[in-house]
């Protein structure tokens, strides 16, 4: 079974408009971190955000969020005001704690195109 | 500035040769992870290693070994490349403990003819 699912494949947005990114995961351990990662299609994987599974509030670093629903196992990314260079594949991760060794699993993306 | 370099950034190469794709990091991680990206598959995970002359198999280690032989430096080795490995790979470091994130390199595309 997939520890991490990404249901969209591909999502368009109007720019300036907010966009949602669906994210569920999968795990029994109790400590774990889950990521969003963009990458453009120069390839460079960019770190976006962070969220810890003892994490009261909700994660957010500028235009994104993350919106931590722990008792559905779901961790959406959130981009407000979409600009023509959010346009990349969006990829979620989790790494899980005292069961696991810490590896970071990813899912599969979603292609996010902005348009203008 | 942390880096993860990847000493190319594509490659191509004949089926049957030996392949090496070397990795390099300079933030003294002790994780260092290697990942082939496809097509609606994600990231999925070849071998990683915790410590030198350490390494595990991920999801899909069958064609691939590695060698780690210094800290900051994990290699991936193709034995006989074949077309099926055409892909994008990606290394990527991380210290061992806790949740913090992983860095990756540029990407290696990798097509085998």
């Known amino acids: 079974a997939q520890k991490i699912t990404q249901t969209q494949p591909g999502m368009f947005v109007q720019e300036k408009e907010a966009v949602t990114l669906d994210c569920t995961y999968d795990t029994s351990d109790p400590s774990y971190g889950l990521f969003w990662y963009k990458q453009p299609s120069s390839g460079e994987m960019i770190f976006l955000i962070y969220q810890g599974s003892y994490d009261q509030q909700n994660a957010t670093e500028g235009r994104y969020s993350l919106n931590f629903q722990k008792a559905r196992k779901s961790a959406n990314l959130v981009i407000s005001a979409s600009q023509l260079g959010d346009s990349a594949m969006y990829f979620c991760a989790m790494r899980e704690g005292s069961g696991g060794s810490y590896i970071p699993t990813f899912g599969r993306g979603t292609s996010l195109i902005v348009h203008p | 500035d942390v880096k993860v370099t990847q000493s190319s950034r594509y490659l191509v190469k004949r089926t049957g040769e030996k392949v090496f794709l070397e990795c390099v990091q300079d933030?003294?991680?002790?994780?260092m992870f290697w990942y082939r990206q496809d097509p609606g598959l994600g990231l999925r995970l070849i071998y990683f290693?915790?410590?030198?002359?350490?390494?595990e198999k991920g999801d899909i280690p069958e064609g691939y070994s590695v060698s780690r032989e210094k800290k900051e430096r994990f290699s991936l080795i193709l034995e006989s490349a074949s077309t099926n490995q055409t892909s994008m790979y990606l290394c990527?470091?991380?210290?061992?403990?806790?949740?913090?994130?992983?860095?990756f390199g540029q990407g290696t595309r990798l097509t085998v003819v």
């Open positions: 290693s915790y410590d030198v002359k350490m390494k």
């Open positions: 933030m003294d991680h002790e994780n």
């Open positions: 990527a470091s991380s210290f061992k403990r806790g949740f913090t994130e992983a860095f």
